[in-house]
């Protein structure tokens, strides 16, 4: 039950529903195509892309955070629940976002040190090198060691498991930047 409700709240697209309530059509047309806040932002909205950033966020979060209210157990099915919703939610014919910012909402509310890790590789990355994906892929890959570094190894197998599925979501990203032609974050060029 904690999986099915982590992946039902996972699997809002709050980004395209957040562009299409704003009379910006479907954000599936625009930039990458993704649903994700670096393609809102590609949209041109600022403040909805941040919106999106924090709602991602909070769903990952939130999902963790009521499933421990019930029990200490059901934590890591509700994070795994939204994070697989969000990649794959159901709504979109599983076709959803890459996953990085529910992620750091899921790791914030199991490991509050683990998320705080994740959250600054996120954000140093982009500001040393202004590619959204490149922070991304590399905040998801300081998960499973930042859990080995705090001595979680019982959720280290699952966190590999995200880490790789981010990865997997950004392969189009890696291979726009092995050819030089990955767009960087306030870049005009659409992908």
């Known amino acids: ?4 409700f982590g992946y039902l709240l996972g699997s809002i697209p709050f980004g395209l529903l957040l562009i299409r309530a704003t009379g910006g059509g479907d954000l599936r047309k625009t930039g990458s195509g993704n649903i994700g806040a670096t393609n809102v932002l590609r949209s041109g909205n600022k403040g909805l892309a941040a919106l999106t950033l924090l709602l991602d966020i909070g769903k990952g979060y939130a999902a963790v955070f009521l499933a421990l209210q019930v ?10 629940g939204a994070f697989l919703g969000h990649l794959y939610p159901i709504w979109l014919r599983f076709n959803g976002g890459k996953g990085v910012a529910t992620l750091l909402g899921v790791v914030a509310a199991l490991i509050p040190t683990a998320g705080l890790i994740f959250a600054v590789t996120w954000l140093g990355s982009l500001a040393l090198w ?3 994906s490149v922070g991304g892929m590399l905040a998801a890959i300081s998960v499973p060691i930042a859990a080995f570094l705090l001595g979680e190894y019982a959720m280290m197998p699952m966190f590999i498991g995200l880490a790789l599925l981010v990865l997997w979501k950004h392969r189009s990203n890696i291979e726009r930047l092995i050819a030089g032609e ?3 974050v306030g870049a005009s060029k659409k992908v």
Not at 1 to 4: C, F, N, Q, R, S
Not at 72 to 80: C, E, I, R, Y
């Open 1 to 4: 039950m904690a999986l099915l």
């Open 71 to 80: 029990s200490d157990g059901l934590g890591v099915l509700a994070g795994l």
């Open 130 to 132: 202004r590619y959204s």
């Open 182 to 184: 990955e767009p960087k």
